[in-house]
């Protein structure tokens, strides 16, 4: 190998960008976590569902959007930014990229925090957000990489460091799962409908889920771990070779995991068995990451005793070893079949966001917040508490539920020695949970205390301290190698100082995985057996289904029966694929807080949904679900409702031109029907409120299957 340039550059790292980050992580980090000891709060005391716009069902996916994308979001950009430059030996690329994508994110932030109470929300777990700002994700993420990808062009180190190999796989990737994942057909600025229907929306949200899980919870978070961990604990990374095998065999097999979460759905067989078997090899990789984290370690665990920064990372890393084992457990039928639905996926979640995403932050902010301010921590004391706060709040909150979900589980699925449900009211397995409700509200404000105590702390360290906006460095610039001569050691360097060909092969590492489960799904006709009697929802059904969605009903109930002898029992029978062909979008949820409403259609008169809405414990002594006493009272908006149905023809629901042309009439006759009903039952109420469009969507719901 011959070099032709040696001599020193200077430059400087912008340290204003990590600050600006840092600074944003702290202030949603704690946004975030209060709204999610509200909605906790929420699940035992009713009354705290404070008017339509502060409800569980639209609370729930701000807190989940705020911790995923505004806290976790902000953490992976400010140690992105933070190691990057550092590890390439290089300022960012483009300052204006670097505040563009800062600003840029946090208008997406105020723009989910307005629109998801507003009840503005495409209903898709952990992608809820409406198109414009969709839109606006791409943009920024596309600055975002090329940012990163012109920084790394013009780096003076050569050889591309592991954390980096985890940027560019989530950088892609998270790239490829957005766009597929925010496919929408637009009606209006603040309306669209998914281009896929039923399973196969099923399949691309939770293709998408799963992997949002992996490329933006998990893989930047591990670059952070090989670039922070050696740093706190002045050791080298324990094994370059694991690290070279576990981040490949990650990423391959990851993305075909996904499928586990629509076990024992209508979801082919095949695809359900490809989710389990990769679920379960994912072992394997993923306890590489945490050994080799773990194992830097070595010679060091006497530090861990004295310096609580390295207590944040042992706990975290040991967190992520224990979601990527249980992730894996709950895959398999016979776990999942008690599991699914329940609160033990909660717990599975939190133990993973609260231990792993959450202490690998506050360690990270920890170390990096004084180096940049040029001062020391204001209060070590503090750290310590901090810690230990975080730690029981974990406990608390993490258990109880691991208790809820069994309980849940169990009693569902409970019979008498006659052979009949010992639960048949599905109220009574809530009730038994509220306990366990309560101690989750207690464990998630002990958290949330903790990193109020960090917002102090470390907002006093930057008061005491002074920034330093551009820190001063020199490096060599980059060697110019002739490649003929070039042999420096193990085969995998080649591919190290070739950001290009690794991000190609990234890409098709993942998308492997995505083409075999996606594309025969949506090409072979026989995944997705069709039902005669199945017909598209009326205009009336398909707005109060819209209604259904805006509330966010579908986070506390399910539509989806299973083929199990206690649901068929207590709900009717099991759901078909083939009764979702015209759902655009699928709605079957992911937790039972309250009962499954597939069958819901036909079994209660029109009254009792009524009175249901206006006041749940009327109809069901002890409900915590909340009243929805607005939709009495708002009138139905029906200025769309040709449009829309006009949509879902060009997606494939096959509505004729009359009935889009009389979408209004239709819907105003079959309003009047139900108006009648209730009526006949002393219920006045106009025929253009909201809750007519409701009670049409629930009474069809299961409906079509029975029809002859």
Request: overall charge neutral.
């Given at each position: ?349 939190h133990v993973g966001a609260l231990g792993w995403n959450g202490f690998l932050t506050f360690a990270m902010l920890y170390w990096l917040v004084p ?111 002739e490649e003929k001569h070039e042999s420096d050691g193990h085969w995998h360097r080649w591919i190290e100082k070739r950001p290009i060909q690794l ?206």
């Amino acid at each position: 190998m011959s070099t032709k340039s040696t001599s020193l550059e200077q430059f400087y790292y912008d340290n204003k960008i990590v600050r600006n980050f840092s600074i944003a992580t702290i202030v949603w980090g704690v946004v975030g976590m209060l709204v999610g000891v509200i909605i906790a709060t929420q699940l035992f005391a009713p009354a705290a569902n404070l008017t339509q716009y502060g409800t569980f069902g639209r609370l729930r996916p701000l807190h989940t959007n705020a911790v995923i994308f505004a806290f976790v979001g902000n953490a992976i950009f400010a140690g992105v930014y933070y190691s990057l430059q550092r590890l390439l030996k290089a300022r960012m690329f483009s300052d204006f990229l670097s505040n563009f994508h800062f600003w840029g994110w946090q208008l997406i932030i105020v723009a989910a925090a307005i629109t998801l109470p507003l009840g503005i929300t495409t209903s898709h777990e952990y992608a809820e957000l409406e198109w414009p700002i969709d839109i606006a994700i791409t943009l920024v993420w596309v600055a975002f990489g090329i940012n990163m990808f012109g920084t790394i062009f013009k780096r003076r180190e050569r050889h591309l460091y592991v954390a980096i190999w985890f940027y560019i796989a989530t950088f892609i990737t998270v790239a490829v799962l957005h766009l597929t994942n925010s496919m929408q057909l637009p009606i209006s600025l603040f309306k669209s409908y998914y281009v896929y229907a039923g399973v196969q929306d099923a399949l691309i949200q939770w293709w998408y889920g799963h992997n949002a899980v992996a490329f933006f919870l998990t893989t930047p978070f591990l670059g952070m771990m090989y670039y922070f961990l050696p740093k706190m604990a002045n050791r080298p990374v324990y094994s370059y070779r694991l690290s070279i095998l576990h981040f490949w065999a990650l990423i391959f097999i990851y993305i075909w995991a996904g499928p586990h979460h629509l076990l024992y759905s209508s979801l082919p067989d095949w695809a359900q068995s490809l989710g389990v078997v990769f679920s379960i090899m994912l072992i394997a990789p993923s306890w590489g990451g945490m050994i080799n984290g773990l194992l830097t370690l070595r010679g060091a665990w006497d530090q861990v005793r004295e310096n609580t920064l390295l207590k944040f990372m042992v706990v975290g890393i040991t967190s992520y070893g224990m979601a990527t084992f249980e992730g894996p457990m709950l895959s398999l039928k016979n776990i999942n079949a008690i599991a699914h639905f329940t609160d033990w996926i909660v717990a599975h979640v939190h133990v993973g966001a609260l231990g792993w995403n959450g202490f690998l932050t506050f360690a990270m902010l920890y170390w990096l917040v004084p180096r940049i301010f040029q001062t020391n921590l204001y209060s070590e004391k503090l750290v310590k508490t901090h810690f230990w706060i975080g730690t029981i709040g974990i406990a608390f909150y993490a258990i109880p539920m691991y208790i809820s979900g069994f309980t849940q589980g169990m009693m569902w699925k409970q019979f008498t020695a006659e052979g009949t449900l010992q639960y048949g009211n599905f109220l009574d397995t809530t009730l038994q949970l509220l306990p366990m409700h309560m101690m989750r509200a207690l464990g998630g404000t002990l958290y949330l205390t903790g990193a109020i105590l960090m917002a102090y702390n470390l907002f006093k360290t930057m008061a005491q301290g002074t920034l330093l906006a551009n820190e001063k460095a020199e490096a060599a610039p980059l060697a110019i190698i002739e490649e003929k001569h070039e042999s420096d050691g193990h085969w995998h360097r080649w591919i190290e100082k070739r950001p290009i060909q690794l991000l190609v092969a990234s890409l098709v590492m993942i998308l492997v995985g995505s083409l075999v489960e996606l594309v025969p799904t949506f090409m072979v006709k026989s995944n997705v057996p069709t039902i005669e009697s199945v017909k598209p929802y009326s205009s009336l059904e398909l707005e109060g289904r819209d209604i259904y969605i805006r509330e966010g009903c579908v986070s506390c109930h399910s539509q989806l029966v299973r083929p199990f002898r206690s649901e068929t029992e207590r709900y009717g029978e099991f759901s078909k694929s083939g009764e979702f062909v015209y759902d655009h979008p699928f709605l079957w949820g992911s937790k039972r807080t309250g009962p499954d409403l597939h069958r819901e259609g036909g079994k209660y008169p029109d009254s009792w949904h009524y009175h249901h809405m206006r006041e749940p414990s009327s109809m069901s002594p002890g409900s915590i679900m909340p009243n929805y006493a607005w939709l009495l009272e708002q009138t139905l908006n029906t200025s769309q409702t040709q449009d829309k149905l006009a949509a879902m023809k060009k997606l494939g629901v096959p509505y004729s031109t009359d009935e889009i042309t009389n979408a209004v009439k239709d819907l105003n006759s079959q309003a009047k029907a139900i108006q009648a009903n209730l009526a006949a039952e002393k219920i006045k109420v106009s025929q253009d409120k909201e809750i007519i469009s409701l009670i049409a969507y629930l009474q069809r719901l299961g409906t079509d299957i029975s029809k002859k």
